[in-house]
């Protein structure tokens, strides 16, 4: 299995998706540094203009962390597995004396473990510079978080997890609507739900619903994979 997996990071130059994170992981975290200390998300009366609930520089960086990941992600999985079978490269690979199913799982989780080390290493960067930053300047938000705790690491690498596997929800759309253009605005649809809120009420902030989902997300994974043997290719 460790062969495929390098072998698609290979085959689908990995070095531009590295790239590709590097330069968003730069974006965000200048971004979200300006935000909390260049005062861009201050009313001109100095006030923080951000709902209920997100007063806490936690919930801007995991709101922008997870929805770029999720479609970094989603992209991915799209040119890895829904192009190859549209291109027909896929044809080449299931001539191979290896069953689909792993062939399919190795390029799954190729996709899989890279954006989880990319979004958590992410998340890490972010947090430091914030942390870092809070020591001479003041920020706009609230700092809610101990870089020193072991709670904080656990949290943020599960938290991680949740928002790669989601991806496996828009590859199962994909595959099944034939579109690597579906696997992409599957994505920003879970973002919507995900993420956003109605009135008071957020999806973001309950601790019973990212274990669901990140259940549900490999539940469609293994619906994706589950008649590769006997399915026609796209």
């Excluded at 998300?41 to 806490?56: F, I, Q, R, S, Y």
């Excluded at 890490?124 to 700092?143: D, Q």
């Excluded at 705790?149 to 656990?154: E, H, P, R, T």
């Excluded at 605005?185 to 601790?207: E, M, R």
């Amino acid at each position: 299995m460790l062969k495929l997996i390098k072998l698609e990071w290979k085959k689908n130059n990995i070095g531009k998706y590295v790239r590709n994170a590097c330069i968003l992981a730069a974006f965000l975290c200048l971004f979200l540094f300006a935000l909390a200390f260049l005062g861009i998300a201050e009313d001109p009366d100095g006030t923080l203009d951000a709902a209920e609930g997100m007063n806490v520089i936690s919930a801007p960086i995991e709101l922008f962390t997870s929805m770029s990941f999720l479609v970094f992600t989603s992209v991915m999985l799209a040119s890895f597995i829904v192009s190859a079978y549209k291109n027909k490269t896929m044809n080449l690979m299931f001539s191979y004396p290896i069953k689909r199913q792993k062939i399919l799982v190795s390029q799954m989780i190729a996709v899989w473990f890279f954006n989880l080390m990319a979004l958590t290493v992410t998340k890490l960067l972010i947090y430091a510079c914030i942390y870092t930053g809070s020591k001479s300047m003041k920020s706009s938000f609230i700092i809610d978080f101990q870089m020193g705790s072991l709670a904080f690491y656990i949290q943020l690498l599960m938290k991680s997890v949740v928002i790669v596997s989601m991806s496996f929800i828009a590859l199962f759309v994909g595959m099944k609507m034939k579109s690597s253009k579906a696997t992409i605005v599957t994505s920003f649809i879970l973002i919507f739900l995900t993420q956003a809120n109605v009135g008071d009420f957020s999806l973001a902030g309950n601790g019973v619903f990212p274990v669901i989902l990140t259940g549900v997300s490999f539940v469609f994974a293994a619906l994706s994979v589950v008649h590769a043997e006997t399915k026609d290719l796209l």
